[in-house]
């Protein structure tokens, strides 16, 4: 069974997570910060729950620091808390958060939503170290509908042969483009890479892993 932290100070509110998950996955839930990392690291959850408003250590701060360390990285954060607003949404996307849910939470939604994330083929994840590193690059291709696109995007992290970006265009797995970076004021095409996975597609900051076909020039990471 796979086992999911819960990350919030209310009681009651971890009460009805429990009450409404613990049919299908182990739960271990902590109402502070502190214990969160610990818990993180030593219980390695398949994924971690996290409310925003968070006493002493907040949950944007929590969700920063899991997505910098090396043990933590990997595993899928699902924000979820009373705030609203896209603001709010896209900056937890942009630390790195799978998806978003606003209080009181759609516990039929949320449960889609754990099957998408756990149950995502994740091919990449355990064969290569991965950086939480910011590059910026150009994807150039086709989307699911054959329409062709070309989007700017900054990386989440990245390996030697793979990496983890936002992508307006709605892509399938499986699906190729081309890697540019910029470089003296232009871009130069760097390789192609295949979609090896997708997270949270149904929203408006779609993400996709890419891993490598073949490289014409130097990445990142040798």
Request: one cysteine or more; proline letters at 3%; hydrophobic letters at 40%.
């Amino acid at each position: 069974m796979e086992k999911l932290l819960i990350v919030d100070d209310e009681d009651a509110m971890r009460r009805l997570l429990r009450i409404n998950l613990a049919d299908c996955y182990e739960i271990i839930d902590t109402g502070t910060s502190a214990q969160a990392l610990a818990m993180a690291m030593q219980d390695k959850p398949n994924a971690i729950l996290l409310d925003l408003r968070m006493p002493n250590y907040s949950g944007f701060e929590l969700c920063r620091t899991f997505k910098s360390m090396n043990s933590t990285q990997l595993i899928p954060i699902i924000i979820i808390s009373g705030e609203a607003g896209a603001t709010t949404k896209q900056f937890c996307r942009e630390l790195g958060a799978a998806e978003y849910f606003q209080k009181p939470v759609d516990f039929e939604a949320l449960r889609a939503s754990l099957t998408r994330v756990l149950h995502a083929a994740r091919p990449d994840r355990r064969n290569e170290v991965r950086v939480h590193l910011r590059v910026k690059l150009t994807l150039r291709g086709f989307d699911a509908n054959g329409r062709p696109f070309e989007e700017e995007s900054v990386t989440e992290n990245i390996s030697r042969s793979a990496f983890l970006c936002g992508c307006s265009a709605a892509l399938e797995a499986g699906s190729t483009a081309e890697v540019g970076l910029r470089s003296g004021g232009g871009m130069a095409i760097i390789g192609k890479v295949r979609v090896i996975r997708s997270e949270a597609r149904d929203t408006q900051y779609p993400r996709y892993a890419f891993r490598f076909l073949e490289k014409s020039s130097d990445w990142v990471l040798q």
